[in-house]
């Protein structure tokens, strides 16, 4: 029987999500969406035949139709949300951040321990991109030498408006925080910002691009450009510089043409094209995985150690100066 899933937040992620289940997850179905709002929640209740529309996730839960739970909403609300479906004893895909900061991380991990069950899987979705995945082996097997330095590009070409300054570091960094992390397996230990010159096509409260340094245990250094108005499209970009290879992921991939004297091919235009099959991926593993009361990726202690090293990168943000990242002791829970 189809795993009934309820969605909490159908904005952007979460609207994309229920067409995905819907559409491409074989194993489990969308049977309640969790939105305040009421346009978005008809809008998503569209792609989801049978569902039923809660304002909270309390109420989806009393009515029984819930057996997982996919949080979906900004990473401010994501507490609210992961504590009554901790309570509740059921598996949990959060997007991330797990959440903005280490102390309610924290708070995340105790409730989750006192259910005794690894039951949060957190959306660090690139973990799930083949090439993310080729590079990482790339790294462990050594034929290219050691790895010494990574060039990260991130880049959107605009954000909404309740896009704010700490979020270039908590909402959009992070990714880069968790990947650097699995891609060389070693700890981010420290963090540096600077700003580049501001970009004036940029929303008036924010200063970006910004360049981030993200200084890693085993020495090797990523260099994180974070541009957030770029406004030719999407893009997420990393080139690894090896002691004896360069290697290059997330290059514009599709159709090239030539035509009267220019060529080229189509940019996405934001993360759901970009990163669409990783999204399949993590979803129908975790699916799998809740039947055998498992999760198949990152956990909420790597959503714990993300939003720790965010809070350093959110303190280098205003002090231009190098942060060290500080850790709590890994409960042995997450071992
Ligand atoms: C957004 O929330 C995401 O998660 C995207 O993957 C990221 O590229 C973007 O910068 C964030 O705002």
Do not use: D, E
């Given at each position: 029987p189809d795993l009934n899933i309820a969605v909490v937040g159908a904005g952007l992620m979460g609207a994309d999500h229920v067409i995905r289940i819907t559409e491409r997850i074989a194993g489990a179905r969308v049977s309640a969406i969790v939105e305040p709002d009421e346009g978005r929640a008809q809008a998503a209740l569209a792609h989801a035949p049978g569902a039923v529309h809660f304002t909270t996730l309390d109420d989806a839960l009393a009515a029984g139709v819930v057996e997982a739970v996919l949080i979906a909403t900004p990473g401010q609300f994501h507490e609210p949300v992961l504590l009554p479906a901790l309570a509740a004893g059921i598996p949990i895909l959060c997007e991330k951040p797990l959440t903005p900061t280490p102390e309610a991380s924290l708070r995340i991990l105790e409730a989750e321990q006192a259910t005794g069950k690894k039951l949060i899987q957190v959306g660090f979705m690139r973990r799930f991109d083949t090439e993310y995945m080729e590079l990482r082996e790339l790294i462990a097997g050594g034929t290219a030498g050691e790895l010494l330095a990574l060039n990260c590009a991130h880049r959107n070409g605009t954000v909404p408006d309740s896009y704010t300054n700490t979020m270039l570091i908590e909402d959009s960094v992070v990714h880069e925080i968790d990947v650097v992390r699995y891609l060389t397996d070693s700890p981010i230990v420290a963090i540096e910002v600077k700003h580049g010159k501001r970009n004036t096509l940029s929303p008036d409260h924010l200063n970006e691009p910004i360049f981030v340094l993200l200084y890693t245990e085993s020495g090797v250094l990523a260099n994180v450009e974070m541009?957030?108005?770029?406004?030719?499209g999407y893009q997420v970009k990393t080139e690894a510089v090896f002691q004896k290879a360069i290697a290059e992921i997330g290059r514009t991939t599709g159709m090239t043409l030539w035509q009267d004297g220019r060529y080229g091919g189509v940019e996405n235009a934001s993360f759901k094209t970009r990163f669409a099959a990783a999204y399949d991926s993590q979803i129908q593993r975790w699916v799998n995985a809740t039947k055998r009361g498992e999760i198949d990726g990152p956990s909420a202690w790597d959503g714990y150690l993300a939003s720790a090293a965010c809070a350093a990168g959110v303190t280098a943000l205003t002090t231009g100066e190098r942060v060290d990242v500080v850790y709590a002791e890994r409960p042995a829970f997450y071992n």
């Open positions: 541009n957030v108005s770029v406004q030719f």
